[in-house]
């Protein structure tokens, strides 16, 4: 790792202790004086409950050191960002997420983002193929095509991606579970491969998380922890071995937090399982720098502002630490952390559904300022069906408006030195690191989800955020505050095409009947083996799919190997 020799063994404080002294006496007289009678009682807390003071000096932030706990972009420990001139040099990615109906119909809406600005594709599967079944498979009627795309084979990757220059234009991939991850994953590969791509020019993301299938999951029927986890790590190996440019992990806080936690919490929880994650790889016998610099995160930002923005810059102080202190990574790469940032589905309501162009426009804002590598914002009318044409058009420009006429992409970290910010980030960074020791106390990440222990800290979470909500603690406008004497949208809701279950079961029909069955079984015969081997399974997933075995049978023999597991609620 590059070392910056600007900075000091010797811990400098910021100010100037004399000074220090003559402002905490004015704010003491200021607040006899001054705004005597004007200070009311009543608590302010952050989302996450910090407290919030009426009024911050550089009395609260004295005790940093600046080049120590700060720094400068580019630079340990990365607070102020990852690259050294931000967004002067590399905009954030406008990645708006896509899925529905089958690839030829999700296609057409990269197309049309991509005609319109978006610089990468994005994702969303349905639920059947989050889940590994196929589209003509029982537990998958009714829901093929809805709330995302339909991915059965080898074929439907192909389609999902035709005329799209992969090479050129990263793509992300919300495969969410591990067990589906490594059949896309296998599947984008060799599609590549058919077209004459080189591995080493992919550029994209898996989501590839073992708390999506485990403990936020849309089943009861999901494979046991410890081999989800496998999964996920096998990705990330296989991925660092064959593919330098691509992210094989987003380590998920934002679908932790759409399901009840705070943001000291979703970011805990995602170091957590990168702490493990790295564990396990070194275990094997990879080195630290193999494999560091391509892990990404997934953020959520929600609607508190300036907590949002401090949770990006501690973020990544709390990261940097990790892997120069823990792991002793070498590569400066491998110090950074680099994020995607979706807007808070989670708020937008389905009253008075134009607020959310401003909710998800304010958080949008919040991730660029909080230095976000590329950005999803939501469209308003997601709280009723996927995004039309028109609002997901809007939250291209969205991004594009902050991009172009804010100019706050103009100066790098620009909330830097505000003495609210520098303290609430401090804050949030002590707080990530005791809630990653927590984890770590009870025996590590994997461990409070066989337990069920994360799983009572999201429900209580959850069940205390509703409770607020209805009392009217939480605001939320034209819901609780204000609320909307019409509750009647006036939005064009997004209607999912009514053949794609039909479309996907006959494409299945025909690649079942001109396939080579018989190499499909051996390929399946194989991976069912090597399961129960210290091994990675990448390779056998991949001789797989490419004799066409379909995601759900691949699905199916993880399920008959590894065994199903029930969340832990009791």
């Given amino acids: 790792m590059t070392k910056n020799a600007n900075v000091p063994n010797e811990s400098?404080?910021?100010?100037?202790?004399?000074?220090?002294?003559?402002?905490?006496?004015?704010?003491?007289?200021?607040?006899?004086?001054?705004?005597?009678?004007?200070?009311?009682?009543?608590?302010?807390?952050?989302?996450?409950?910090?407290?919030?003071?009426?009024?911050?000096?550089?009395?609260?932030?004295?005790?940093?050191?600046?080049?120590?706990?700060?720094?400068?972009?580019?630079?340990?420990?990365?607070?102020?960002?990852?690259?050294?001139?931000?967004?002067?040099?590399?905009?954030?990615?406008?990645?708006?997420?896509?899925?529905?109906?089958?690839?030829?119909?999700?296609?057409?809406?990269?197309?049309?983002?991509?005609?319109?600005?978006?610089?990468?594709?994005?994702?969303?599967?349905?639920?059947?193929?989050?889940?590994?079944?196929?589209?003509?498979?029982?537990?998958?009627?009714?829901?093929?095509?809805?709330?995302?795309?339909?991915?059965?084979?080898l074929e439907d990757i192909e389609a999902l991606y035709d005329g799209i220059p992969i090479d050129e234009v990263s793509s992300n991939i919300v495969t969410h579970l591990p067990s589906t991850t490594v059949v896309l994953m296998a599947m984008f590969t060799a599609m590549a491969e058919k077209k004459g791509v080189p591995l080493e020019k992919l550029s994209g993301t898996n989501q590839n998380d073992f708390l999506m299938e485990t403990t936020i999951g849309s089943s009861l029927e999901v494979l046991p922890p410890k081999a989800s986890f496998r999964l996920q790590c096998d990705a990330i190996e296989f991925a660092s071995k064959n593919l330098p440019r691509w992210n094989p992990v987003s380590f998920n806080g934002y679908n932790l937090r759409e399901a009840g936690t705070t943001a000291v919490q979703?970011?805990?929880?995602?170091?957590?399982?990168?702490?493990?994650?790295?564990?396990?790889?070194?275990?094997?016998?990879?080195?630290?720098?193999?494999?560091?610099?391509?892990?990404?995160?997934?953020?959520?930002?929600?609607?508190?502002?300036?907590?949002?923005?401090?949770?990006?810059?501690?973020?990544?102080?709390?990261?940097?630490?990790?892997?120069?202190?823990?792991?002793?990574?070498?590569?400066?790469?491998?110090?950074?952390?680099?994020?995607?940032?979706?807007?808070?589905?989670i708020t937008l309501t389905k009253v008075e559904p134009l607020n959310n162009i401003a909710r998800s426009a304010i958080q949008g804002l919040a991730?660029?300022?909080?230095?976000?590598?590329?950005?999803?914002?939501?469209?308003?009318?997601?709280?009723?069906?996927?995004?039309?044409?028109?609002?997901?058009?809007?939250?291209?420009?969205?991004?594009?408006?902050?991009?172009?006429?804010?100019?706050?992409?103009?100066?790098?970290?620009?909330?830097?030195?505000?003495?609210?910010?520098?303290?609430?980030?401090?804050?949030?960074?002590?707080?990530?690191?005791?809630?990653?020791?927590?984890?770590?106390?009870?025996?590590?990440?994997?461990?409070?989800?066989?337990?069920?222990?994360?799983?009572?800290?999201?429900?209580?979470?959850?069940?205390?955020?509703q409770k607020d909500i209805e009392s009217g603690k939480q605001k939320i406008v034209g819901l609780n505050y204000f609320p909307s004497e019409n509750n009647e949208a006036k939005v064009e809701v997004f209607r999912y095409p009514e053949t794609a279950e039909k479309r996907q079961?006959?494409?299945?029909?025909?690649l079942r009947a001109r396939r080579d069955n018989a190499k499909v079984e051996e390929t399946l015969k194989a991976l069912r083996e090597k399961c129960h081997e210290d091994i990675n399974l990448m390779p056998y997933i991949k001789d797989a799919v490419s004799a066409y075995a379909t995601l759900g049978e691949v699905a199916e023999v993880f399920r008959e190997e590894f065994g199903l597991w029930q969340f832990p609620l009791a």
């Fill in 505 to 510: 079961r006959e494409k299945l029909e025909k």
């Fill in 266 to 345: 979703e970011v805990a929880c995602a170091i957590a399982n990168a702490i493990a994650t790295s564990e396990e790889l070194i275990r094997r016998g990879n080195k630290v720098d193999d494999f560091a610099k391509r892990l990404s995160f997934f953020w959520n930002l929600f609607n508190d502002f300036f907590e949002e923005i401090a949770k990006c810059r501690a973020s990544r102080l709390v990261w940097h630490e990790v892997m120069k202190d823990r792991f002793k990574a070498q590569e400066a790469k491998s110090h950074l952390m680099r994020f995607h940032v979706q807007t808070a589905g």
């Fill in 12 to 153: 400098k404080a910021l100010f100037n202790e004399e000074v220090i002294q003559e402002i905490s006496r004015q704010k003491k007289r200021w607040e006899e004086q001054t705004a005597k009678g004007k200070v009311t009682e009543e608590e302010y807390r952050s989302d996450s409950g910090i407290p919030i003071n009426l009024l911050y000096t550089p009395e609260d932030v004295k005790d940093i050191d600046y080049l120590k706990d700060i720094g400068l972009p580019g630079e340990a420990p990365y607070v102020r960002g990852v690259y050294p001139n931000m967004y002067r040099g590399r905009l954030f990615t406008v990645r708006q997420i896509a899925g529905y109906g089958t690839p030829e119909d999700t296609n057409a809406r990269f197309k049309f983002l991509l005609k319109n600005g978006a610089t990468g594709t994005s994702v969303v599967l349905d639920l059947p193929t989050i889940r590994g079944y196929d589209s003509d498979d029982p537990e998958g009627e009714g829901h093929v095509g809805a709330a995302g795309v339909a991915i059965d084979s």
């Fill in 367 to 465: 991730a660029v300022l909080g230095g976000a590598q590329s950005l999803h914002v939501d469209s308003y009318d997601e709280a009723y069906s996927a995004p039309t044409e028109e609002s997901a058009l809007i939250s291209i420009r969205t991004q594009q408006i902050i991009q172009t006429e804010t100019n706050v992409i103009n100066t790098v970290d620009p909330l830097a030195g505000s003495y609210f910010v520098e303290k609430l980030t401090q804050e949030m960074a002590q707080r990530i690191r005791d809630y990653v020791a927590l984890i770590e106390s009870k025996g590590g990440l994997v461990s409070v989800v066989e337990t069920g222990w994360l799983h009572r800290e999201i429900s209580d979470f959850a069940y205390n955020t």
